[in-house]
């Protein structure tokens, strides 16, 4: 049975936690802090957030400690949404080490992307939580300088019983590939950051491809290991089963000073160009300012033609 969390509302309490690299400031975090007290919700603070402040790692606690966090997080009478403070690397280090009986028991909202897409797809297999929000973080997008089209989607997510609808998209964005071939696909979304979801195959946190609409960014990596990645998903089948892929903003993937490379585009088209389903690049999506705040698992539905495409969220996720 799918497991829904209530929406939120101004005076409840708001969890910010670090399951996988330390914040990267005191200031990222009391200004995220000022951020939702301003529009009037309590925040409470993960006992280990702090930790990575003072003991300098790639993680910002031990693997029990972060764990613990989480398992606060979800057992506390009075949070009701759990974030992210910002992603890294960690996450997957946990999947094991968690609870999912309590999830289940206290179905929270959980907001964080890149390095928490382990974490979701653990949550979304292993507890059915359909309340993952693949969106902005406190101590990354919330914290300075938010763009408005980012909040806007990011407080109806987080505030509406009612289903999303229809994602809003700009001239430029979501120029879908066999634009010849009209499509009308629906299936649950699943993937996340490309590095961090290849890690999850063959493990017992790896959702099920069947009818999926797989979505896709990256940040920082060259053009061959994208290419790598991306065999690795097409091998264990992910795009057979697939009935439309999203690709958003792969940032920083561009170029590969070391080597001589195919451009990302390329690498793109050779493995999608060529394929049946809806294939829709440059998505709002990853690490940018600006990008969607999209539920984990959720049923979407893509519809396209030679002039319109419309990807929309038709179910609700909060009640």
């Not at 693997?63 to 992210?84: E, L, T």
């Not at 949550?123 to 359909?130: P, S």
């Not at 009209?182 to 950051?193: E, F, L, P, R, T």
Request: hydrophobic share 40%; charged share 25%; net charge neutral.
């Amino acid at each position: 049975m799918i497991l829904k969390a209530k929406a939120l509302k101004p005076g409840d309490t708001i969890g910010i936690i670090a399951p996988a690299s330390p914040p990267r400031s005191e200031e990222r975090i009391s200004k995220s802090v000022s951020y939702f007290e301003r529009l009037g919700y309590r925040v409470e603070l993960g006992k280990h957030l702090r930790d990575g402040l003072i003991n300098a790692n790639y993680l910002a606690a031990t693997d029990k400690d972060r764990a613990a966090d989480i398992h606060a997080m979800f057992r506390s009478k009075h949070v009701r949404a759990i974030f992210y403070h910002r992603g890294g690397y960690g996450s997957i280090r946990l999947l094991d080490k968690i609870d999912y009986d309590l999830v289940r028991q206290h179905p929270k909202i959980i907001v964080g992307y890149s390095d928490a897409t382990a974490l979701f797809a653990a949550l979304y297999k292993k507890a059915d939580l359909a309340s993952c929000f693949f969106g902005p973080m406190p101590g990354v997008d919330l914290w300075d300088s938010i763009d408005p089209f980012t909040e806007e989607i990011f407080w109806r997510a987080m505030t509406s019983t009612k289903p999303l609808g229809e994602l809003p998209l700009s001239e430029s964005e979501g120029q879908v590939l066999h634009r010849d071939k009209a499509h009308h696909v629906q299936g649950n979304m699943i993937g996340g950051n490309l590095t961090v979801f290849t890690s999850l195959l063959g493990t017992p946190y790896q959702p099920s491809f069947k009818g999926s609409i797989p979505f896709l960014e990256e940040i920082d990596e060259k053009p061959r290991k994208i290419d790598a990645h991306l065999a690795q998903l097409r091998l264990a089948g992910l795009f057979d089963r697939a009935r439309a892929i999203l690709l958003g903003k792969f940032t920083g993937c561009d170029t590969d000073p070391d080597a001589p490379t195919l451009t990302l585009n390329e690498i793109l088209d050779d493995y999608f160009s060529k394929l049946k389903v809806p294939v829709i690049p440059n998505l709002p999506f990853g690490h940018e300012k600006r990008m969607w705040t999209l539920p984990y698992g959720a049923m979407l539905r893509v519809d396209s033609s030679s002039s319109r495409i419309t990807i929309t969220v038709p179910e609700s996720v909060l009640e």
